[in-house]
């Protein structure tokens, strides 16, 4: 019965419209901030350093007339996306060191290491450990050595910080490096004042390296083991340089890295099991409607599984937006497909600025957002 349950028609059958609906809301008010905010942002990130103020000033005048044309929510919200992009952009891009100098810092690792060359790299915390002291720096350090660090551990590190290069190929490492919330890069050196403050407790991450550890020990094909892991947890370290090459030839390397397919099809198969689980006890069936229930535990699970695979953009977007719909379909109204794309986008958009610096953010987006679109975001009836 589970299996003929969770069949494309049932799929289908789940997202379609339906005929007996509350009077639908009109959603022009959600459409106009998530916009608002979504052009504010692109502005803030896209307008160059010199003309910043122009171009602030420009904005304020435009959103003044917006609001004077009957476009108040637009123009608000196209401010507060301005403002939102300059704070983000200047948390990263405002770094309190001198590039190129040697400072003795502590760190604290912020992602999990991956191999490079005869060492590792990761993204860590860094807080000078003498004067002058400044507020903590997300530095990307490349660690020689067989010894592997680990998440949230702290670390005593010599650091030589890079000096700034020029060019077109800088200009699009730097816009990377914003993206991923990165202010520099940084070589450990070999030092004896190197050395672990405090060990790792028990994290998310712990646990993703565990499952990760536990699939090698099981499968002998190492290439096998680094796919598996990298599918089930996100964990991608393993994989070699040659899989990477051949994803890429045959264009499955979306597929690789957690995304947003993987967490819908994971909420579509709990909520599949919630609906099965809803028919054999009695008592569920008593207490709550069977979509609402299926819609829960599918939320719930879809969170729980983008936390465990690394708590990626795409699985952000997509968990969100999973919740933005099914709340929509909850709440027994004839909602329009263009609200709920509407608001996951601006919930993500406040969760992340940055993310719109990232293809992924416009290929994912566009998809899942035209899925819904096709779709249709109205609700079941009250009664099923």
């Known amino acids: 019965e589970l299996s003929e349950e969770f069949t494309w028609h049932r799929v289908a059958h789940f997202i379609r419209p339906h005929r007996r609906l509350l009077p639908a809301e009109s959603p022009p008010r959600m459409n106009s901030l998530a916009a608002g905010l979504l052009g504010g942002i692109l502005i803030a990130l896209a307008a160059p350093a010199d003309w910043q103020s122009m171009v602030s000033g420009v904005v304020v005048l435009f959103a003044l007339a917006a609001a004077l044309c009957g476009l108040r929510v637009f123009g608000v919200f196209l401010l507060a996306g301005l403002l939102l992009g300059h704070a983000s952009a200047e948390r990263v891009l405002h770094a309190a060191y001198d590039c190129g100098e040697r400072r003795l810092v502590e760190a604290r690792i912020d992602s999990i290491p991956v191999p490079q060359g005869t060492g590792w790299q990761y993204d860590a915390w860094v807080e000078p450990i003498s004067a002058p002291r400044h507020a903590p720096l997300r530095v990307r350090i490349s660690h020689p050595g067989m010894k592997v660090p680990a998440r949230s551990e702290r670390w005593q590190l010599l650091l030589q910080f890079d000096s700034p290069a020029g060019g077109a190929a800088a200009d699009d490492r730097r816009r990377a490096l914003l993206r991923d919330h990165v202010s520099a890069t940084a070589r450990a050196r070999e030092s004896p004042l190197n050395r672990r403050?405090?060990?790792?407790?028990?994290?998310?991450?712990?646990?993703?390296?565990?499952?990760?550890?536990?699939?090698?020990?099981?499968?002998?094909?190492?290439?096998?083991?680094?796919?598996?892991?990298?599918?089930?947890?996100?964990?991608?370290?393993?994989?070699?340089?040659?899989?990477?090459?051949?994803?890429?030839?045959?264009?499955?390397?979306?597929?690789?890295?957690?995304?947003?397919?993987?967490?819908?099809?994971?909420?579509?198969?709990?909520?599949?099991?919630?609906?099965?689980?809803?028919?054999?006890?009695?008592?569920?069936?008593?207490?709550?409607?069977?979509?609402?229930?299926?819609?829960?535990?599918g939320i719930v699970l879809a969170f729980g599984y983008a936390l465990l695979s690394g708590f990626s953009v795409p699985a952000q977007r997509t968990a969100l937006m999973l919740t933005v719909f099914l709340l929509a379909r909850g709440s027994g109204r004839n909602v329009a497909p263009a609200w709920s794309v509407a608001a996951s986008l601006a919930g993500v958009l406040l969760l992340d600025p940055l993310a719109v610096l990232s293809a992924g953010f416009w290929l994912s987006f566009c998809a899942v957002a035209s899925i819904v679109l096709l779709a249709g975001g109205r609700l079941h009836p009250p009664g099923t």
């Open 197 to 297: 403050l405090a060990s790792a407790g028990p994290s998310l991450d712990g646990l993703r390296l565990a499952v990760a550890a536990n699939i090698q020990r099981r499968v002998h094909d190492p290439s096998a083991a680094a796919l598996l892991a990298a599918l089930a947890v996100g964990v991608t370290g393993d994989v070699s340089a040659l899989q990477w090459r051949v994803f890429s030839a045959t264009g499955i390397t979306h597929l690789v890295a957690i995304s947003g397919m993987h967490v819908t099809f994971f909420a579509l198969l709990c909520m599949a099991v919630a609906r099965a689980v809803w028919r054999k006890w009695n008592w569920l069936g008593a207490s709550c409607r069977r979509e609402a229930f299926a819609s829960a535990v």
